[in-house]
């Protein structure tokens, strides 16, 4: 199975800075064939279910605000909240989509 | 609209069996792969298995494997996922989840299952 790891484990970040997430995969997410790179970002709310962020590593769900973007290929990715707003406290997954069993990442805490 | 119903929140006792379902509707059952996701109190999210209800074709993660049958009702448009026998470590929230192909899109509320003597 393909091993996801995220960094940090927590983060702490003051209200309209940036927080950054790292995740990072055992083995390459692209597929060269389409270019895409198969990994999805989830945000989790207390008691919430989790919610698609961003597929294919960097395109947007709708819905989504652009204060939000997500960068990266291979083996290394990145999630950025520009700005961060109260409501954006929540657990960040990533997760691989390029084989199954689709893997999440450990996640990754984001409070204020 | 696309929406995953859950089945409600269910108490057992070790030993017992279970079914949780996921009933959908707003889209072609049969077009895409359902997950089924579980969480542990206060941990992250583990995938148990997929299921394409367009042929019942039904995977499983190796941690799950054997431990759980993820099955799929056409007629009914709902999946589900079954234990024949409960053990108190089942204690968890399970999700299921639509896979849009490039990510779980849409989930259900989920269902919370305690599992106690």
């Known amino acids: 199975d393909i091993v996801m790891t995220q960094s940090p484990d927590s983060l702490a970040v003051s209200l309209g800075e940036r927080a950054t997430i790292n995740c990072e995969s055992s083995?390459?997410?692209?597929?060269?064939?389409?270019?895409?790179?198969?990994l999805a970002w989830y945000q989790q709310k207390p008691g919430q279910p989790p919610k698609l962020l961003f597929f294919?590593?960097?395109t947007r769900e709708s819905g989504v605000p652009d204060r939000f973007t997500a960068s990266g290929s291979g083996t290394h990715f990145t999630l950025t909240i520009t700005s961060l707003q109260p409501e954006d406290v929540a657990v960040y997954y990533c997760q691989q989509h390029s084989t199954t069993p689709q893997t999440f990442g450990p996640g990754t805490k984001l409070e204020i | 609209e696309v929406q995953l119903v859950q089945s409600g929140a269910d108490m057992k006792k070790p030993g017992d069996s279970l079914k949780i379902s996921c009933e959908t509707s707003?889209?072609?059952?049969?077009?895409?792969?359902i997950a089924w996701v579980r969480q542990m109190p206060g941990k992250g999210l583990e995938l148990m298995g997929v299921?394409?209800?367009?042929?019942?074709?039904?995977r499983y993660s190796p941690s799950f494997q054997g431990q759980v049958t993820i099955s799929a009702d056409r007629s009914l448009t709902s999946a589900y996922l079954q234990w024949s026998s409960l053990r108190a470590s089942d204690s968890a929230m399970y999700y299921c989840?639509?896979?849009?192909?490039?990510?779980?899109?849409?989930w259900g509320q989920g269902t919370l299952v305690t599992v106690s003597s």
């Open positions: 707003g889209y072609i059952f049969t077009n895409y792969w």
């Open positions: 989840a639509r896979d849009g192909g490039g990510g779980f899109d849409f």
């Open positions: 294919w590593a960097s």
């Open positions: 299921v394409f209800p367009g042929n019942s074709d039904a």
């Open positions: 083995q390459s997410l692209l597929d060269t064939s389409t270019y895409n790179n198969h």
